[in-house]
């Protein structure tokens, strides 16, 4: 499977501000999409993020909250913007592989927002 | 769309005992299972799956077995070690399109 890193790893924000998070992908693929954790929670998707075109956002997610990027097929970001404390999560950038969009998951970025 | 439940949401087994997580689903078109480990502090990692065709995959001591007809698939984890203890989560795709949906999670906790 594709080996996928994220930046950063994990960061510390103030509330208001915005935090881009990036996933790098080593070879190219068709899908991406974005989680996100809640502490002890399981996985929510939260987009997928389409080359060449607008993100596909799940129930609960909006553009202007969680814009991403997709420019090529290797590179995805997805920022966190106008963060408050309950925007304190573990973000994860996946890939969907094979025959049945197999999910290999990036290492995560642990959002803390005070 | 699809539902999927997991149970039960903690475990704790003695070592070298066996453990059993139980997944339902709702779509009877969903066609594919996989099953995932979440180390502390780690990413989700892919372990096994199964294919709606297929009843029963193992893969040395972890196994999972489908019962299309109930709906259900089980994650069976035999002779189970410290280096088990993980949480572990079931998912479904949703009927139709390339999402997954994925269950609460189980804490599997193996006392040495």
């Known amino acids: 499977s594709a080996v996928i890193s994220q930046k950063p790893s994990r960061d510390i924000c103030q509330r208001g501000t915005s935090l881009t998070i990036q996933c790098q992908v080593d070879?190219?693929?068709?899908?991406m999409f974005w989680y996100r954790q809640q502490p002890g929670q399981s996985l929510t998707l939260i987009a997928t993020?389409?080359?060449?075109?607008?993100?596909?956002?799940e129930s609960g997610f909006v553009i202007d909250k969680f814009p991403i990027s997709r420019p090529n097929l290797t590179f995805s970001t997805l920022t966190v913007s106008n963060m408050s404390p309950e925007d304190s999560s573990i973000y994860l950038c996946?890939?969907?592989?094979?025959?049945?969009?197999?999910?290999?998951f990036g290492p995560g970025t642990r959002l803390t927002v005070t | 769309g699809e539902n999927v439940e997991q149970h039960p949401s903690t475990l704790s087994v003695q070592e070298g005992d066996s453990a059993v997580i139980k997944c339902t689903y709702s779509?009877?078109?969903?066609?594919?299972f996989p099953w995932y480990k979440q180390e502390l502090g780690k990413r989700p990692q892919l372990i096994i799956d199964?294919?709606?065709?297929?009843g029963e995959k193992k893969d040395q001591r972890i196994a999972v077995t489908l019962n299309k007809t109930a709906k259900h698939f089980s994650l069976h984890i035999t002779e189970t070690q410290p280096e088990d203890s993980a949480v572990y989560f079931c998912?479904?795709?949703?009927?139709?399109?390339?999402?997954?949906?994925f269950g609460t999670g189980t804490r599997l906790k193996v006392l040495a």
């Open positions: 993020a389409n080359q060449g075109s607008e993100a596909t956002y």
């Open positions: 199964i294919r709606s065709n297929v």
């Open positions: 070879s190219q693929v068709t899908m």
């Open positions: 996946s890939t969907g592989q094979g025959p049945f969009n197999e999910q290999y």
């Open positions: 998912a479904a795709p949703t009927s139709g399109t390339y999402k997954y949906i």
């Open positions: 779509d009877s078109a969903s066609n594919y």
